[in-house]
Structure formats: structure tokens, C-alpha cells
């Protein structure tokens, strides 16, 4: 005699439908939020930066320093602010290697690792906001509390000091 079992063995689990997160729109140069009746990707109000996207928690305001990083952690823009902040000027740092810009504030510390992860996953869309502790590359004894988190369109990192 053979038992048989009617339950499958292996069954589709639905994942918990996702709240959707607001998004908010700001400049990556001055971090002026548009008029939402807007068309343009470029800032109406510096003219200098394009419109990006990021989680209503993330998004930064105007005058705030951030940095945009993308993919291959190359910076793609840095604010008015950060430029100041970091002293550089944006096209000085773009096209370079995040860490020719910013480096994790403990030298002995694991972050360094973190760093270049949380940028990766946050350039390719992943949800959430990384605080990390950095300071300028060139510049000792300084500390910058940071938090990583996704902007776009195109997809990159945010990170907002």
C-alpha cells in the first residue's frame, strides 16, 4: 500500500504587496525642488543642473550638500553646497572615482567596503537610506555624517551630507 499526498511540495509564496514610495524631483546642482507642472529636465531656477528623483526622505532641499555617483562609482554631479563643503569644483570631480572625492572616515575601519557596496546597490535602485560616516579625500580630521540612498532617472547614488 502506497500513501499518496494531495499537498504539492513546493508552492508560490506572494510577497506583501509594497507601499509605494513618494518620490520627490530636485535639482542636481542647487537642489531647488521645480514646479511640479514642469516639462523640463533641466532646473528652471540655476539652469545648470538636471531634474532627478529620489524617496521623499532623501531627496534633498535647496542649498544642501550632496553628491551624485553612479553605477561604476564615478561622480556625475556635485551641489553648490558640496562643492564648498568638499572644495572642489564640480567639473573638477566629475568623471572621477568616488574616492578620489570621498573616503570613509576611519581609515582602519570595514566602511571603506560599505562605502563602495552601499553606493553600488543604491546606483542600482535598491530602496532605503545607508548612513555612513566620511570625510573629504584630501583632508584629515574632518568627519561628514552621510546617508546613501537612490536617485534618477538615470539610476544612480545619492549621497546627502
Given at each position: 500500500?502506497?500513501?499518496?499526498?494531495?499537498?504539492?511540495?513546493?508552492?508560490?509564496?506572494?510577497?506583501?504587496?509594497?507601499?509605494?514610495?513618494?518620490?520627490?524631483?530636485?535639482?542636481g546642482h542647487?537642489?531647488?525642488?521645480?514646479?511640479?507642472?514642469?516639462?523640463?529636465?533641466?532646473?528652471?531656477?540655476?539652469?545648470?543642473?538636471l531634474i532627478?528623483?529620489?524617496?521623499?526622505?532623501?531627496?534633498?532641499?535647496?542649498?544642501?550638500a550632496f553628491?551624485?555617483?553612479?553605477?561604476?562609482?564615478?561622480?556625475?554631479?556635485?551641489?553648490?553646497?558640496?562643492?564648498?563643503?568638499?572644495?572642489?569644483?564640480?567639473?573638477?570631480?566629475?568623471?572621477?572615482?568616488?574616492?578620489?572625492?570621498?573616503?570613509?572616515?576611519?581609515?582602519?575601519?570595514?566602511?571603506?567596503?560599505?562605502?563602495?557596496?552601499?553606493?553600488?546597490?543604491?546606483?542600482?535602485?535598491?530602496?532605503?537610506?545607508?548612513?555612513?560616516?566620511?570625510?573629504?579625500?584630501?583632508?584629515?580630521?574632518?568627519?561628514?555624517?552621510?546617508?546613501?540612498?537612490?536617485?534618477?532617472?538615470?539610476?544612480?547614488?545619492?549621497?546627502?551630507?
Amino acid at each position: 500500500m502506497t500513501a499518496t499526498n494531495s499537498r504539492r511540495a513546493l508552492s508560490v509564496v506572494r510577497a506583501p504587496a509594497a507601499e509605494p514610495q513618494s518620490t520627490l524631483a530636485f535639482c542636481g546642482h542647487c537642489g531647488t525642488r521645480p514646479d511640479t507642472e514642469s516639462e523640463s529636465r533641466v532646473c528652471d531656477a540655476c539652469g545648470l543642473g538636471l531634474i532627478l528623483h529620489a524617496d521623499a526622505t532623501a531627496a534633498p532641499r535647496e542649498g544642501d550638500a550632496f553628491v551624485v555617483v553612479d553605477g561604476s562609482l564615478s561622480i556625475c554631479a556635485v551641489s553648490n553646497t558640496a562643492e564648498s563643503l568638499l572644495a572642489t569644483r564640480e567639473t573638477d570631480a566629475v568623471n572621477r572615482h568616488v574616492t578620489e572625492l570621498l573616503v570613509p572616515a576611519e581609515a582602519e575601519s570595514p566602511d571603506g567596503q560599505n562605502l563602495a557596496v552601499a553606493v553600488t546597490w543604491a546606483a542600482r535602485g535598491d530602496s532605503g537610506n545607508r548612513p555612513v560616516t566620511l570625510r573629504p579625500a584630501n583632508t584629515f580630521g574632518v568627519r561628514l555624517n552621510a546617508k546613501i540612498s537612490s536617485c534618477g532617472p538615470p539610476r544612480a547614488a545619492l549621497i546627502t551630507f
